[in-house]
């Protein structure tokens, strides 16, 4: 029986497919596990690796090659055909601590809450070259205990965002139950992931498991300032999709699970504020999409830092374009100017 079934979503990944399908097929690693390795149209030779890997662990692998469709287009083809009890994601510049994989798959023999989660450790590469390793524990969490999702609020208990996709995996039959269908051709639908099933389940466990490595160092990174402007609009779809969702189950929840919803509102929130600072100059149009996201992440006590920050106030006593273009043109060359300080 397959317990875990891992989608890595693969583009153009040669660089690092080796290090992160490594330490999921070595050879302690058991059959229980099930890697489902999309490439994603790659033109790189991402597939040729994948094809290796499937060879070497031909038990555990399974390759789904695909035309271009981006990250939730990913996730969607793996769920279709994951045969795990649980499902999660492994980014393909990411990796796992082997020796605690293989102690998770022990304990999903016994487990069977709808969500269970692990601890995720942060691999930052800094433009000098130094590697700055922090891990992200939870302070106010027993592990290994089963707590009932209708008692636990999530935002008390976090400091460093430890619900996320980099720790979260449900139940493969709970994804299937609510419907879970990624929007296709854009990124970030990891949020739709963790925010869409978190008012349907029953309970769930963290184990004190530091399975995650998160890699971060990539210029091409979705979370980098080039990245988040390039794919404005796909934050917008995904907030959207939030905000809907919230709109429509918002009176049939209690104020646990809305504050739990909110959560994951505030990190997409976060983003689409971050992505706003590197906009050009919004247009009519575009400023008001902005400011109806804006009202609506508000009704629902949203949070972001960014906004919060004193450059943003202007914006909080008078909403309008012309305010926001003001603070969003004054943020960019400030950033700007920094920039040429420390390259000279």
Not at 161 to 171: C, D, G, L, T, V
Request: aromatic share 14%; charged share 30%; glycine share 2%.
């Amino acid at each position: 029986m397959k317990l875990l079934s891992l989608v890595v979503p693969t583009y153009n990944m040669e660089k690092y497919l080796a290090r992160c399908l490594d330490t999921v097929t070595d050879a302690k690693v058991p059959s229980t596990l099930e890697v489902i390795v999309v490439n994603d149209g790659s033109k790189d030779k991402s597939l040729e690796i994948i094809r290796s890997y499937e060879r070497k662990r031909p038990d555990i692998i399974t390759v789904i090659d695909k035309p271009n469709g981006h990250y939730g287009s990913c996730i969607n083809a793996a769920l279709a055909v994951a045969n795990g009890k649980y499902f999660r994601m492994l980014d393909a510049d990411d990796w796992f601590d082997t020796d605690a994989l293989v102690e998770l798959l022990k304990r999903l023999e016994t487990c069977d809450t709808d969500l269970f989660v692990t601890l995720r450790t942060e691999y930052r590469v800094k433009n000098n070259g130094s590697v700055e390793i922090k891990k992200f524990p939870f302070s106010t969490v027993e592990y290994n205990k089963i707590y009932q999702m209708q008692e636990f609020e999530i935002e008390p208990h976090v400091v460093g965002r430890e619900f996320n996709m980099h720790s979260m995996a449900y139940k493969t039959e709970v994804l299937r139950k609510v419907g879970l269908k990624h929007i296709e051709g854009i990124c970030y639908t990891d949020i739709q992931y963790c925010f869409l099933p978190i008012d349907r389940i029953k309970d769930f466990i963290v184990f004190d498991l530091y399975l995650y490595y998160y890699f971060i160092g990539r210029d091409d990174q979705s979370t980098s300032a080039v990245s988040l402007l390039r794919n404005y609009q796909h934050v917008v779809k995904v907030i959207s999709f939030v905000l809907d969702y919230m709109d429509k189950s918002y009176s049939n929840n209690s104020e646990i699970t809305v504050s739990n919803q909110r959560y994951f509102l505030s990190e997409i929130y976060n983003m689409f504020i971050n992505s706003l600072r590197w906009h050009k100059p919004l247009t009519d149009d575009e400023y008001s999409v902005v400011e109806n996201i804006i009202v609506r992440a508000e009704k629902y006590k949203a949070d972001s830092k960014i906004i919060k920050k004193f450059y943003f106030k202007p914006y909080k006593l008078i909403k309008s374009r012309k305010v926001l273009n003001m603070i969003i043109a004054s943020y960019q060359r400030v950033h700007f100017q920094k920039k040429k300080r420390f390259k000279i």
